[in-house]
């Protein structure tokens, strides 16, 4: 599946008209041919203004155009609600089966294999980062501090949190939308042993012996969505 639609153009001709002997139609067909051939020709500026190449299935444009960014950025909302719905349905379906501390368990070994998952399905690159991790395996990398860094200022500031798309060191967009904590949230990521039942602290503890998800408050940022379009490369080739 791909997140990029291409726009093709199709042309067809109708040829009509009573023709009376062979070597006639043969010659008309041939004119007809070579009437096609400048329409052919006319085609290659639409193709260019698309601004990509197809290499070994990788999408590749000079720049992150304007036209682009944008389709980026509807494409990532639309990838991470369906992440989102994927981790949630997940989610409940544990607490459900055997309660917060099972949930616990279902995290520590299912979050990240499923987040895997969809990005095999989503044909991306899906991950939840953060700088205060709970898996060291969703430790953010030095772009994405400057990201999250940019977040946490804007909530001092009391500024909307905006999504984003930026590229990576790699040259692949990248879609960034911040997750904030929500009441929710607190009974797993607030303060251990006040907010956190004092099993579920526990329990944390010992399966995250380096937890840094914790005492945060309701409405501050706690990590990000990155959904990387790993099948779209932005090559800026400058002489």
């Not at 203004?49 to 960014?69: A, G, I, R, T, W």
């Not at 998952?117 to 994405?144: H, I, Q, W, Y």
């Not at 804007?154 to 960034?176: E, F, L, S």
Request: charged residues 25%.
């Amino acid at each position: 599946m791909k997140t990029i639609s291409l726009l093709f153009l199709l042309y067809a001709t109708l040829f009509s008209g009573c023709l009376q002997h062979k070597e006639q139609t043969k010659e008309n067909q041939q004119t007809s041919k070579e009437n096609q051939q400048p329409a052919k020709e006319n085609q290659q500026p639409a193709k260019e203004n698309q601004q990509s190449v197809k290499e070994n299935e990788v999408m590749v444009y000079p720049n992150l155009s304007d036209s682009l960014h944008r389709e980026l950025m509807v494409q990532g909302a639309v990838l991470v609600h369906k992440s989102m719905f994927g981790i949630k349905s997940a989610l409940m379906e544990a607490l459900q089966k055997g309660g917060p501390l099972y949930a616990l368990e279902f995290c520590n070994t299912q979050a990240i294999p499923i987040t895997d998952s969809l990005a095999r399905v989503l044909n991306v690159g899906v991950k939840r980062v953060a700088k205060k991790n709970r898996n060291p395996d969703n430790e953010t990398n030095d772009f994405e501090n400057t990201v999250y860094k940019e977040y946490v200022m804007g909530y001092i500031q009391k500024a909307i949190p905006k999504t984003r798309v930026d590229v990576d060191k790699d040259g692949h967009p990248v879609y960034y939308k911040l997750i904030d904590v929500k009441q929710e949230c607190m009974v797993c990521h607030g303060k251990p042993y006040v907010d956190i039942p004092n099993d579920v602290a526990t329990k944390i503890r010992a399966l995250y012996p380096d937890d840094k998800a914790i005492d945060f408050e309701v409405g501050q940022p706690r990590g990000m969505w990155a959904i990387t379009f790993n099948h779209i490369l932005i090559k800026n080739d400058k002489p």
